[in-house]
């Protein structure tokens, strides 16, 4: 069956280190990933996305890889601040756009 | 500009009586999607609706879901006869696809039913 896998557990990290999150995925074939931000309340916000033909992608102090053979892509936030505690969604976009959520991972940044 | 709304922000409705949710789009963005959002979960795509082609309804839990875009416009997602586990936050998310697959969210409606 088809699945997406995030951290299920909270991550909680020191100010200033890299965060680093984990998808898996198993029998999809995206043509993108993406990666949102939710914060309590709130609605997702896109922060990257990157292609099947893309190894890596930045943006300021965020970089996404992707790994279509490991069908796996990591999120990383280097310099972490408080302000960047939050749930962290990665989502699968097939062919058609129909786009697949994982379940998030929430991320505690500690001063 | 504006982003994406949604209405009611909250509907509190028994258990049987059917409720619309509505969502206006970012002008201009010819994907608009929903999905659901239970308490402490991931997103549940429901339906999406790209330009004019046909929606893709695979993620519909029940045919008491419906959804329609008017005008490539407004949507309007209906659930009939709801149930105690329709209980959610409905989100809906507007996309340009022909230029990003980004998608841009509205706050959500929270539909509690009793």
Known sequence: SQKI?????????????????TCNYTNYSPAYLQWYRQ???????????????????RKERLKVTFDTTLKQSLFHITAS??????????????????????????????? | GAGVSQSPSNKVTEKGKDVELRCDPIS??????????SLGQGLEFLIY????????????PSDRFS????GGSVSTL??????????????????????SYEQYFGPGTRLTVT
Request: proline share 4%; net charge neutral.
């Open chain 2, 49 to 60: 609706f790209q330009g004019n082609s046909a929606p893709d309804k695979s993620g519909l």
């Open chain 1, 5 to 21: 896998e995030q951290n299920s557990e909270a991550l909680n990290i020191q100010e200033g280190k890299t965060a680093t999150l």
């Open chain 2, 28 to 37: 201009g963005h010819t994907a608009l999607y929903w999905y659901r959002q």
């Open chain 2, 67 to 70: 959804a329609e875009r008017t």
């Open chain 2, 78 to 99: 209906t659930i009939q006869r709801t149930q105690q586990e329709d209980s959610a936050v409905y989100l809906c998310a507007s996309s340009p696809v022909r230029i």
């Open chain 1, 81 to 111: 601040q408080p302000a960047d505690s939050a749930t962290y969604l990665c989502a699968l976009v097939t062919g058609g756009f129909k786009t697949i959520f994982g379940a998030g991972t929430r991320l505690f940044v500690k001063a």
């Open chain 1, 39 to 57: 914060d309590p309340g709130r609605g997702p916000v896109f922060l990257l996305l990157i292609r099947e033909n893309e190894k890596e992608k």
